[in-house]
C-alpha cells in the first residue's frame, strides 16, 4: 500500500516518528469518536482492513482497539464488529484535545496517583465524638430546610480557620459551603455565563478536571503557560479573558508558588475588572516553611477563594467553601439553592464541632508529618534508583513531579502505561497539558506506605532509564 491511512482517519503512517504509530492511531481514533465522525453504533474496520490500508501490522490494530476498549470507547464481540459505545466523548466540548489518557488501572499494585489522599487516617474517633455531641444538641431547626448558604455555626468556624490558616479577612456571612471545589466550579461557571462572560483562562498545565469541569459548564478555556515562577500573568493579560482559575498557593502539578511579583502583577490585572477564582489547593500540606497567604486576602473584591476538606479529611466527605466577591454572592447562593437546596445539615454540624474542639488542626498537624515521612521516603528512593531525575514540587502538596525535559513530547502518556504494567499507577503531565510541552510523571505519595514507595520506583526506574534517548 501507498501509505495513506483510512479516509475518516485522514493518516499517513510515513509522516507518524519510528515507535508511535500505535499511540498516533489510538489519538486519532479517539478525535475522530470526540469529533462526531465515529458515532455511536458505528463500526469500526475490521483490524485486517484498517491494517492494510494504513501498511502496518495487524498486531498494532488491534492493540490499538484494545486500549480504545479499555477506555470505554467501543465494545468489541466474538464474531462482530468493534463498534463505537453510546455516550463514549472521551472530551466534553471546549475541552483541547489531550495528548492520551490516563493508564490503566486494572493490575494496579501500587496507586501513586496525584492528589489521592491518605483516607485510612481520617479521624473516625473524633469524627464520632463530634458527631454524637451534633445528635445530642441539634435542635428541630437544625435538622429542617436551611440557609443554602450552609449551616450558620460551619459558616462562623470556617470563618475563623481561614483567618487563622489563611489569613484571610472573612466573616460567617462571606462563606459559601459547597460540596467540593468541583461545586464552586460549577457554580461561578453558571453565574459568569450569565453576566456574559464566556472565556476563562486556564493554567497549563493545570489541573484536567477543572477544565472539564468549566468547560462542561460552557466556558472556552484559554490556556495561561506556567514556568518556574507560577502562570505567566503577562500572558495573561494577552488574552483578553475577564476571569482565571489559579492555584497560586502550591500549582498542580508543578508545585509551584506565585512568586511576589506575580502576585503583584496578578492583582493588579484582577483591579481592573477582571475576576481571579483561587483554587486554594493543599495550601495546607506545606511541609518546609510556612504557607503563603491565600490571595484572596490582599484582593477580597476581586478573587473567589476556594477550597475544600478533600486532602485534609477526606473526598467522600463532600463538604468545601467558596468566598466570592460581594457582587457575585446574591447569583451564587441563587444558583447553590437550585441546585441542591444546601448541604447536608449533619455533616456541616459535625465539621463545625471538629473545628471548634481543636480537633481538624491537630489531625493536619499529625497528617501533615505522616505525609512528610512518606515524601521523604519516596526522595530517597528516587535519589537512589533515578539519581539523574529532575524532581520539582518537593515543598508541599501531596505528589512529586519527576519531569523528563529531554524527551519527545507526549512519551509520558507511553510510560506511564509501562508502568502500570508492572502493577504501578502514575500520571502522565502531558495528561494535564493543553498545549505540548516536556514531559513528565506524577508521583503521588500520600496514601502509600514508604515500603511501598520505595517498591514502586524500583519498579518503574529501569522504564524511565530505558526511555532515554
Not at 464474531?79 to 492520551?100: C, H, I, K, Q
Not at 461545586?183 to 493545570?206: F, W
Amino acid at each position: 500500500m501507498d501509505g495513506a491511512g483510512a479516509d475518516f482517519l485522514s493518516l499517513d503512517v510515513r509522516s507518524v516518528p519510528r515507535g508511535r504509530i500505535t499511540e498516533e492511531l489510538v489519538r486519532r481514533l479517539r478525535e475522530a469518536v470526540a469529533e462526531g465522525r465515529l458515532a455511536p453504533g458505528d463500526a469500526l474496520p475490521p483490524t485486517r482492513v484498517l491494517a492494510g490500508d494504513l501498511g502496518v501490522s495487524r498486531g498494532v490494530v488491534v492493540e490499538v482497539y484494545r486500549r480504545l476498549a479499555d477506555e470505554g470507547l467501543v465494545a468489541a464481540r466474538t464474531g462482530s464488529a468493534t463498534r463505537v459505545l453510546a455516550g463514549a466523548n472521551p472530551t466534553p466540548p471546549g475541552v483541547p484535545a489531550e495528548p492520551g489518557p490516563p493508564p490503566p488501572t486494572t493490575g494496579v499494585e501500587f496507586d501513586l496517583a496525584p492528589g489521592v489522599p491518605d483516607v485510612a487516617a481520617f479521624p473516625r474517633a473524633a469524627w464520632l465524638r463530634a458527631e454524637r455531641t451534633v445528635l445530642r444538641e441539634a435542635t428541630g431547626a437544625d435538622l429542617g430546610y436551611g440557609d443554602p448558604r450552609g449551616h450558620p455555626r460551619l459558616r462562623g468556624e470556617l470563618a475563623g480557620w481561614l483567618a487563622r490558616t489563611r489569613g484571610m479577612r472573612v466573616g460567617a456571612e462571606d462563606v459559601l459551603v459547597v460540596a467540593g471545589v468541583a461545586q464552586s466550579l460549577a457554580l461561578l461557571a453558571q453565574v459568569l455565563r450569565a453576566r456574559g462572560v464566556t472565556r476563562i483562562g486556564v493554567e497549563d498545565p493545570g489541573a484536567r478536571g477543572a477544565r472539564e469541569a468549566l468547560a462542561h459548564w460552557g466556558l472556552q478555556l484559554e490556556p495561561v503557560p506556567v514556568d518556574g515562577h507560577g502562570a505567566r500573568v503577562d500572558a495573561l493579560a494577552r488574552s483578553g479573558v475577564e476571569a482565571v482559575l489559579l492555584t497560586p498557593a502550591h500549582q498542580f502539578p508543578t508545585g509551584v508558588v506565585l512568586a511576589p511579583q506575580r502576585r503583584r502583577e496578578l492583582l493588579e490585572w484582577a483591579r481592573g475588572g477582571n475576576l481571579v477564582v483561587e483554587d486554594d489547593y493543599d495550601a495546607e500540606h506545606r511541609y518546609d516553611r510556612a504557607p503563603v497567604p491565600a490571595l484572596h486576602a490582599s484582593a477580597p473584591e476581586h478573587v473567589a477563594c476556594t477550597g475544600s476538606t478533600s486532602k485534609t479529611l477526606a473526598p467522600g466527605a463532600r463538604i468545601g467553601w467558596l468566598v466570592a466577591p460581594h457582587r457575585l454572592r446574591g447569583d451564587l447562593v441563587a444558583a447553590k439553592h437550585a441546585a441542591d437546596l444546601g448541604n447536608p445539615a449533619l455533616p456541616q454540624l459535625v465539621l463545625a464541632e471538629l473545628i471548634a474542639a481543636g480537633d481538624l488542626e491537630r489531625h493536619v498537624r499529625r497528617v501533615r508529618a505522616r505525609q512528610r515521612a512518606r515524601r521523604d521516603a519516596l526522595l530517597a528512593a528516587l535519589h537512589r534508583h533515578l539519581p539523574a531525575a529532575r524532581v520539582e514540587g518537593v515543598a508541599a502538596g501531596l505528589h512529586l513531579l519527576v519531569t523528563l525535559p529531554h524527551r519527545e513530547p507526549g512519551s509520558d502518556v507511553e510510560l506511564a502505561v509501562r508502568a502500570a504494567g508492572v502493577g504501578v499507577l502514575v500520571h502522565p503531565l502531558s495528561w494535564h497539558r493543553v498545549r505540548p510541552g516536556p514531559p513528565g510523571l506524577l508521583l503521588g505519595y500520600a496514601a502509600t506506605t514508604p515500603d511501598a514507595l520505595v517498591e514502586a520506583v524500583r519498579r518503574i526506574a529501569p522504564l524511565v532509564t530505558a526511555a532515554r534517548p
